[in-house]
């Protein structure tokens, strides 16, 4: 299934995918795709998150693919 992707999602997907199979905290998250941006809250995050689980995830409550651990995020093939 293709799905339309956007840039900040696209930068958080890759992001956590080249940590492995390490959790990335919401902190190295909005640093590493968005700068020092103090603008930016974690809500910021945590939006992109839900519509990403949205496009990805069978079912977006339950996440199987994008999930959340130990404060942060990780992908899991």
Do not use: C, M
Not at 11 to 40: C, D, H, K, M
Not at 52 to 70: G, H, Y
């Amino acid at each position: 299934k293709k799905v339309r992707l956007t840039e900040k999602e696209t930068a958080i997907l890759r992001f956590l995918y080249r940590a492995g199979q390490l959790p990335v905290s919401r902190e190295t998250l909005l640093q590493e795709v968005w700068g020092y941006n103090s603008g930016v809250t974690t809500h910021t995050l945590e939006t992109h998150i839900y519509r990403l689980r949205q496009k990805i995830e069978k079912d977006a409550a339950n996440p199987e693919i994008l999930v959340t651990e130990a404060g942060g995020y990780k992908l899991v093939p």
